[in-house]
C-alpha cells in the first residue's frame, strides 16, 4: 500500500500499464486507468492512497465492482484492479508487487513456503463461495451429469471422448467428438476443477484452454460440441448448465447462490482474498468493508455467494 501525491496524466496511463502485465481485456484496463486518472483529477495538494488488487478472473468483475463502489465510499483510496488468474496474483503478492492477491483456489503450502521466503506472512480471508458450474451448448439434450462422467471425460485415464459413448446426439455435432474447453494452468479454477473431479489425476491433453471464464461461455455458446466449466456468476442464457450429480443414488443438484451457500452443490467451493500479514490501514478499512453487508451485497448481485446472510435492498 503506497501514498501518493495527485498523478500526472502520463503518470497515471503508466501506473495502469504497469498493472496490466497479462493480456487482459481493455475493458478491465479502462477501469484500472479511468480510477488512476480520478486520483489525478482530485483537488490540488491531495493525496490519494493506491492499493494493488489482482489476481483470480473468476472474482476479477466482483472486484471491480467492489472497487467502483468504494470509490464513492472512501474518495481518498483507489484500488487498481487486474485479472490474470489467481496463481499470478498469489505471485503478486509473494514478490511484494501487491496489496490484496484475488484466488480462487486456497494458496498451496509451497506458495505459502516461498511467501515466507521473501518476508511475506500471506493472511488468508474467505470473502464469498461460487458454484462451479458445467456450461454446453443449449442445443445440447443432456440434463444432468454424474461426477465420474466428468472424469471420464476431462481425465487423462478417461474413456469417453465422444458425445455418443454418453448416449447423447446434438444437432450441429456431427463430428460426436466431445470439444473440451478447460483453463489454463494459472488459473485456480483450473486447479479446483481439478481437484475436485479429477482427484489425483491429471488433464486430458487436447483440451482448449482459455484464459478467461468469459472466453469458456464464449466458446461453448458457439460450439454445439463443446462442455466447458467456470464460475456461475458467468453463466448467460446462451449457454446451459446441467445439474451434478456427486455420487449413485445423490440428488442431481442446480448450481445457484443457495447451493453454494448450503454446499448442497457437489463443486461449491470458497473464493480467497490475501493480503501480507494483518491489513493495516487502508487494506484494512477496504477488506472490513467487503466483508461487512455492502460490500457482501455486491458480491451476491454478482451471482455469488455471501460468506453470511445479509439484507439487501
Not at 486518472?37 to 467492489?66: F, H, I, M, P, Y
Not at 454418453?166 to 470439444?179: A, K
Not at 460450439?223 to 464460475?231: E, F, K, L, N, Q
Amino acid at each position: 500500500m503506497k501514498t501518493h501525491k495527485p498523478l500526472s496524466r502520463e503518470a497515471a496511463i503508466a501506473a495502469g500499464l504497469s498493472g496490466a502485465q497479462e493480456s487482459i481485456p481493455v475493458k478491465k484496463f479502462v477501469l484500472v486507468l479511468a480510477m488512476l486518472t480520478l486520483a489525478a483529477c482530485a483537488g490540488e495538494g491531495a493525496t490519494r492512497t493506491l492499493l494493488q488488487n489482482k489476481g483470480s478472473d473468476t472474482l476479477v468483475n466482483v472486484a471491480q465492482a467492489w472497487a467502483e463502489e468504494y470509490a464513492q465510499v472512501a474518495p481518498d483510496v483507489v484500488v487498481a484492479v487486474t485479472g490474470g488468474g489467481s496463481g499470478t496474483g498469489i505471485s503478486a503478492l509473494i514478490n511484494g508487487s501487491v496489496d490484496i492477491a484475488n484466488a480462487s483456489r486456497k494458496m498451496k503450502p509451497a506458495e505459502i513456503a516461498l511467501a515466507g521466503d521473501n518476508g511475506v506472512m500471506p493472511k488468508e480471508f474467505i470473502v464469498g463461495y461460487d458454484a462451479l458450474a458445467v456450461f454446453i451448448h443449449p442445443d445440447n439434450p443432456a440434463d444432468a451429469f454424474t461426477l465420474a462422467q466428468l472424469a471420464e471425460i476431462y481425465g487423462e485415464d478417461g474413456s469417453v471422448d465422444s458425445w455418443s459413448h454418453l448416449g447423447i446426439t446434438i444437432p450441429g455435432c456431427s463430428s460426436d467428438e466431445i470439444v473440451r474447453v478447460s483453463r489454463q494452468n494459472s488459473s485456480g479454477t483450473y486447479v479446483y476443477f481439478k481437484e475436485a473431479i479429477l482427484g489425483e489425476g491429471d488433464y486430458k491433453l487436447g483440451s482448449r484452454d482459455m484464459a478467461g471464464s468469459s472466453e469458456v461461455v464464449e466458446l461453448v455458446e458457439n460450439t454445439p460440441c463443446a462442455i466447458g466449466y467456470s464460475g456461475l456468476a458467468y453463466a448467460t442464457d446462451h449457454v446451459k448448465m446441467p445439474c451434478l450429480i456427486a455420487a449413485e443414488g445423490s440428488d442431481c443438484v442446480l448450481p445457484s447462490v443457495a447451493t453454494a451457500i448450503d454446499f448442497s452443490y457437489p463443486v461449491a467451493r470458497p473464493l480467497f482474498m490475501y493480503t501480507n500479514g494483518e491489513p493495516q490501514g487502508a487494506a484494512k478499512a477496504y477488506m472490513d468493508w467487503i466483508l461487512d453487508a455492502e460490500g457482501q451485497c455486491i458480491l451476491q448481485e454478482k451471482g455469488y455467494a455471501p460468506v453470511r446472510a445479509v439484507t439487501c435492498s
